[in-house]
């Protein structure tokens, strides 16, 4: 996710913010002004936000000073003017009881706000810090403008003040919130990295005139939702803005593909990630640490794999355990030399790209536009929605906000850095909740009443999303056969990745779940193509068969000749480009009669692979009855077990 968020507590937590991440993250000095310490740090000094600024008597883009920090998140949420207010009742012969009350915000809490810091996607920042000032402006533009958008939606839909007994009765903020926003340039590891510190309040005001506190635990439930708006909102504008466009890209094998500014080099990013080198690093330490913890009798403490969820808290573990001493920051254009340099010099990229990196990207988002268009079919993006949430989510329950964020996740890859119609995300949640999801809620309380937090399940079962037939297993290498006397366990031992050591065993994991998502959205699409019949919805499924070139580019019939005609003949180098770009294939801007083209095809692509399945279960029971011969035992006999076995031989 490009959205973090942290709770601010009245006391130690606030005034490590004051200390040091209002002035860029650095250490700011004993007895120094807030301002003046900014301007020695080289950043810009914190704005306000928000539409509660009004109820406040304040504005959007006023300066925030220490002492409006002070009283609204380091003294248990008091209005940010309140010593001023204090001191003007007072004046006028106020009690000092009634003062201090007339200052406060409601009553008293611990919890005073919640810190979401929001970053850009890397190309976007390397863009930022190594192009020119128009490119650096028109970043910085987009990336404010995505904060702000983020936090209007977080006001209107997201953000809630409980109030009566037991927190019974919930309101949407009618004013607004109010936050404090302040921008950071770097890294600890003095690498670029531009992002801000969106300080907000959990003080609201309700209906009537009262201020009460937002609930939190909404705030972070929706975090997930916030990062995709904001991925697709700076990503759509700085592409539009410049000419750009985006792509995925792995990461991580078995993991969600990262949306990315085409034409930046790989390379790049991974010269900034010297600090998520270390951070792997050391988790891999943890991890071996985890699957070999022992109990005081000898058996595992632990699972003996790796879980997902395991593996974000000892990632978090790692990250706190190698987190560096903060640098002596300095001005933005003192560091952007710096990182230009640096960049030419250790990153491996040659010096010409780097240069005009801003003129590669735009290359490569033609060539990415000219084939690609923004076609968003809201039906299939339900299917998919629904699928990935359904399997990603433990026990396949989730809520209304999973849908919405894996809605946005989709449209980004769909539109590969356009714009979208407003409430086009929406839609595709409102089509997934009613076509492919079963409302499952008991509601005990208010809450489970209300429809953020109304339980869905897919109308499908795990067991239906299973219908690709098992391939026969491949006959053994005589040659490969391990030699007789091997221990059985060797046999199934796979083969050791590249610069793992002799003997050195992999940690064991949990697969990760987005790869089963995946194959749950395809076997999805697959039972919805097997089970339609002409018709409306026999549009949609024949697009979404168009969709889907790879299966053109390797055809099941080798031995199938094209049937003769005057029509056109499908442009097999085109779609192999398209593959290799890792251009997402449901954006293909195909016509009527390519489609029709296409749709032929994949029946005929059906009707073959039902007759190969025919002939490998006739094929099945010729084998059942076939003789054995001397030399099929001699090469499948199975190795004969070592003189010890079970527990005696290590096992």
Not at 225 to 254: H, I, K
Not at 556 to 578: K, N, Q, V, Y
Request: proline fraction near 7%; hydrophobic fraction near 40%; aromatic fraction near 6%.
């Amino acid at each position: 996710m490009t959205v973090d968020i942290k709770v601010i507590r009245a006391g130690q937590m606030y005034r490590y913010y004051l200390r040091q991440t209002v002035v860029g993250d650095g250490r700011r000095p004993a007895r120094t002004p807030l301002r003046a310490a900014q301007e020695q740090a080289g950043v810009p000094a914190g704005r306000w936000m928000g539409r509660g600024l009004a109820a406040l008597g304040l504005a959007p883009g006023e300066e925030v000073t220490e002492v409006q920090l002070r009283n609204l998140f380091g003294e248990w949420g008091r209005h940010p003017d309140a010593d001023r207010i204090e001191a003007d009742l007072l004046a006028k012969g106020e009690s000092p009881k009634k003062a201090f009350k007339a200052g406060a915000l409601g009553r008293q809490v611990a919890v005073t706000g919640v810190d979401f810091v929001f970053r850009p996607q890397p190309t976007i920042y390397l863009l930022w810090a190594l192009g020119g000032d128009e490119t650096r402006l028109v970043i910085e533009a987009a990336h404010e403008r995505a904060i702000v958008r983020v936090l209007e939606w977080i006001e209107d839909e997201v953000a809630v003040i409980r109030y009566g007994k037991d927190g019974a009765h919930r309101v949407r903020p009618p004013g607004g919130l109010v936050a404090a926003r302040f921008r950071h340039y770097e890294a600890r590891s003095g690498m670029p990295l531009l992002h801000d510190h969106l300080l907000l309040s959990v003080k609201g005001q309700r209906l009537d005139g009262k201020w009460g506190s937002v609930h939190s635990l909404a705030l972070y439930e929706n975090t997930v939702a916030a990062s995709a708006l904001y991925n697709e909102l700076v990503a759509a504008e700085v592409c539009e803005e410049l000419g750009l466009a985006t792509e995925p890209r792995t990461v991580t094998p078995g993991r969600r593909p990262v949306m990315e500014i085409a034409g930046v080099p790989h390379d790049l990013i991974r010269w900034t990630s010297r600090r998520s080198d270390q951070i792997a690093a050391c988790r891999e330490d943890l991890e071996h640490e985890y699957v070999t913890a022992v109990k005081d009798d000898g058996t595992l403490k632990f699972l003996p794999v790796v879980s997902e969820t395991t593996r974000a808290k000892l990632n978090g573990i790692a990250a706190r355990k190698t987190r560096p001493p903060k640098q002596k920051t300095r001005p933005i254009a003192q560091l952007r030399a710096w990182w230009k340099t640096s960049a030419i010099l250790t990153s491996g990229v040659a010096a010409d790209v780097i240069n005009s990196l801003l003129a590669y990207a735009r290359a490569a988002a033609a060539a990415i536009r000219a084939r690609v268009a923004a076609v968003v079919d809201v039906a299939l993006a339900a299917v998919d929605v629904a699928a990935v949430v359904f399997v990603m989510n433990g026990g396949g329950r989730f809520h209304r906000r999973h849908l919405l964020a894996e809605s946005r996740r989709h449209l980004a890859l769909v539109l590969r850095g356009r714009r979208r119609d407003p409430g086009l995300d929406e839609d595709i949640v409102r089509a997934a909740i009613s076509t492919y999801c079963v409302d499952i809620s008991e509601p005990k309380s208010t809450r489970g009443l209300l429809a953020d937090y109304r339980l869905y399940t897919a109308r499908w079962a795990l067991s239906d999303l299973v219908t690709a037939r098992r391939p026969p297993a491949a006959v053994p290498d005589p040659d490969r056969l391990p030699p007789p006397g091997t221990p059985a366990l060797l046999t199934l031992a796979t083969p050791r990745p590249p610069g793992q050591a002799v003997g050195e065993r992999a940690i064991p994991r949990v697969p990760l779940s987005y790869d089963r998502a995946v194959l749950a959205g395809a076997a999805v699409r697959e039972n919805l193509r097997a089970s339609v019949v002409r018709g409306p919805a026999y549009d949609v499924v024949a697009h979404q068969q168009a969709a889907m070139p790879e299966q053109l580019l390797a055809p099941e019939d080798d031995d199938h000749e094209p049937e003769a005609g005057p029509r056109e003949a499908i442009d097999m180098t085109a779609l192999r480009t398209l593959r290799e770009s890792r251009t997402d294939v449901e954006a293909l801007d195909l016509t009527a009669d390519r489609l029709r083209h296409l749709q032929d095809t994949f029946t005929k692509a059906a009707d073959n692979s039902r007759t190969r399945a025919t002939r490998y279960t006739e094929q099945d029971d010729v084998d059942a009855v076939r003789p054995v011969r001397q030399d099929d035992q001699q090469a499948h006999r199975p190795p004969e077990p070592g003189p010890h076995r079970g527990r005696e031989a290590g096992h």
